[in-house]
């Protein structure tokens, strides 16, 4: 069974920073791209970030600039670097994995219950 696990969700000030982790376990042997998404209430799930084992990376243009997403591919591992964090940038942001091992479970989607980061003063 693989699992998806986020964490670092917390109350910020604005123009606060916070860093997210995601970690995916169980049998998975490729991951082929990390990311993370948000919904706020309300709203659309969006992409925030992503990023595939190559290092290649697309952000959101709503954050490109302020987040930076970066992954560890022998641990498994993504994370999501935020600064100068807006009101706007309020959600459950959930870590997303898509499996690009060989065989029938590839380009299967995981996904992770959400963390929720909350800008306010």
């Known amino acids: 069974q693989v699992q998806v696990v986020e964490s670092g969700g917390d109350l910020v000030q604005p123009g606060g920073s916070l860093t997210l982790s995601c970690v995916v376990s169980?049998?998975?042997?490729?991951?082929?791209?990390l990311g993370w998404y948000r919904q706020a209430p309300g709203k659309q799930r969006e992409l925030v970030a992503d990023i595939r084992t190559t290092g290649e990376s697309v952000y959101g243009d709503f954050v490109k600039g302020r987040f930076t997403v970066s992954r560890d591919n022998a641990k498994r591992t993504v994370s999501l670097q935020m600064t100068s964090l807006k009101a706007k940038d309020s959600a459950v942001y959930y870590c997303?994995?898509?499996?690009?091992?060989?065989?029938?479970?590839?380009?299967?989607?995981?996904w992770g219950e959400g963390t929720l980061v909350t800008v306010s003063s």
């Open positions: 997303h994995a898509l499996d690009g091992s060989y065989g029938p479970n590839y380009g299967a989607n995981y």
């Open positions: 169980g049998f998975i042997p490729i991951i082929d791209v």
